[in-house]
Nanobody, 121 residues
Framework: VQLQASGGGLVQTGGSLRLSCAGF????????MAWFRQAPGKEREFVAG????????FDADSVKGRFFISRDRIKDTLVLQMNSLRPEDTAVYYC???????????????WGRGTQVTVSS
């Protein structure tokens, strides 16, 4: 499995971006997938996750009501819709897959290359 995130870019405060994660086939069945982010000089942090089987989602408090994670079963992709973006959302965003339902990065087994999101003030 080789995950690949895409869709990052430069956006103004208040704008939106849609990230996608591909690289897995229809038979891929982790317990959960998630988005993490890492800003310069900071630790990688959990952003949003989804239970793969029933698509129940769980989010970090910092993005609640602004970011929405979903699974596109037709395109076999993981999506992160990001709205009302703020400068503090600037980071490299990574998608990941885990055999557990967890927010902890150490339990995610597969990681994609990140995509840069920059929010200007």
């Amino acid at each position: 499995v080789q995950l690949q995130a895409s869709g990052g870019g430069l956006v103004q405060t208040g704008g939106s971006l849609r990230l996608s994660c591909a690289g897995f086939g229809r038979t891929f069945s982790p317990e959960s997938m998630a988005w993490f982010r890492q800003a310069p000089g900071k630790e990688r942090e959990f952003v949003a996750g989804i239970i793969w089987s029933n698509e129940v989602t769980f989010d970090a408090d910092s993005v609640k009501g602004r970011f929405f994670i979903s699974r596109d079963r037709i395109k076999d992709t993981l999506v992160l819709q990001m709205n009302s973006l703020r400068p503090e959302d600037t980071a490299v965003y990574y998608c990941a897959a885990s055999p557990r339902i967890t927010r902890a990065a150490e339990f995610y087994r597969y990681w994609g290359r990140g995509t840069q999101v920059t929010v200007s003030s």
